[in-house]
């Protein structure tokens, strides 16, 4: 995943941040304060499904 991050980020207009990413066992919703999915990717990797979302946070709430 820390690849296809990267290769993702590479895309973006800068500036723009990877986050680390994060394990979720069973269903959850994994989301920024005050963030918005730009992009979304649903696969799976052998019987493991894996999502993969673009983040996107307004540039006045941006650390």
């Known amino acids: 995943m820390n690849i296809i ?8 207009p800068q500036p723009s941040v990877v986050a ?3 394990v979720v066992l ?4 994994v989301v920024g304060p005050g ?4 992009c979304e990717l649903r696969t799976a990797f052998e019987q493991w499904p894996v999502h993969l979302s673009v983040l996107e946070v307004p540039a006045s709430r941006a650390g």
């Open 26 to 29: 069973g269903e959850a919703d």
């Open 5 to 12: 991050a990267g290769n993702v980020k590479s895309l973006l």
């Open 35 to 38: 963030s918005t999915a730009s």
């Open 20 to 22: 680390l990413p994060q």
